[in-house]
């Protein structure tokens, strides 16, 4: 079994909240890096390329990380993930963990069941997470959680897991919540359920939105809360969550104007609460 592209899809969709810590990160090129960064979410792909380029020349980890980042997802340079592979080795060498953690995810979605790439992706993963990246130990968690290159091992799986979602990473509160749900490995909880889930969901993540707004509906886990339950629902269809927009929609059907009101407002001024700064580190 084989580790798709949408774990790597789902670490992109976070990379511009990583290049921002990286580029704040204490350095002597931190405003530099920062004016790529800020090209970088302007949209002007090729003037960040070259800002990030120079620095990158220079033995820059961030800028070498965040350039890998350009040629893995091809913005404003043609795609090449050979050299994107280059530039986070490179970031790696000088510890960058969020660099070797993205190299792994790499290793295993080109691993194609070779054993010795998916066991290189595993050595990388173990020593990122051993040196506190919560991104890292989630994703081991996943390889034995999946029986990817290594035996599946639940308890080894809850085990991460749960160390990552205690550092406050959404994907690994999500997943503790499917856990509690499903009772894998553990006794089935709908309150844990609910509660994981509800972290996930104040941390922003779609999927924690989606499936506390099911719970605050039939009040399975936590008190009902069918104003709140819309209001994340709401949330979840802005991210194009599949199913949430048709629990929202029904979810208005029900509700009176006021209420409806009230969880688009919430919808509207809700601020994703910042996951622990060790995600990032």
């Not at 899809?9 to 990379?15: A, M």
């Not at 530099?32 to 990030?52: K, S």
């Amino acid at each position: 079994m084989q580790i798709g592209a949408a774990w790597r899809s789902s670490v992109r969709r976070v990379l511009c909240w990583v290049l921002l810590v990286i580029a704040l990160a204490p350095s002597a090129m931190a405003e530099t890096v920062a004016d790529g960064l800020n090209a970088y979410r302007d949209g002007d792909f090729e003037r960040a390329r070259q800002i990030w380029q120079d620095l990158a020349d220079d033995g820059n980890a961030a800028a070498q990380f965040n350039l890998g980042t350009l040629y893995d997802s091809g913005e404003g340079v043609a795609q090449d993930t050979a050299r994107a592979a280059e530039l986070w080795a490179a970031a790696a060498d000088q510890g960058l963990l969020i660099a070797a953690h993205n190299l792994a995810l790499m290793e295993l979605e080109q691993a194609e069941g070779d054993p010795a790439r998916l066991e290189a992706a595993r050595a990388r993963l173990e020593q990122a997470a051993a040196s506190g990246l919560p991104r890292a130990t989630y994703t081991l968690g996943k390889m034995y959680l999946m029986g990817v290159g290594v035996p599946q091992d639940e308890a080894r799986a809850l085990e991460l897991l749960r160390r990552a979602a205690d550092a406050g990473l959404p994907q690994a509160e999500y997943n503790m919540g499917k856990i509690y749900r499903d009772g894998q490995g553990v006794t089935a909880d709908p309150v844990a359920a609910a509660d994981w889930f509800g972290r996930a969901a104040r941390h922003g993540h779609a999927g924690g939105q989606d499936h506390y707004a099911r719970r605050l509906v039939m009040g399975e886990g936590v008190a009902a809360d069918p104003v709140t339950a819309l209001g994340f629902a709401l949330l979840a269809a802005r991210q194009d969550y599949p199913d949430a927009l048709a629990m929202a929609e029904d979810l208005k059907q029900k509700l009176g104007i006021m209420d409806v009101a009230a969880a688009v407002r919430f919808a509207d001024t809700f601020v994703p609460v910042p996951p622990s700064t060790a995600v990032t580190q």
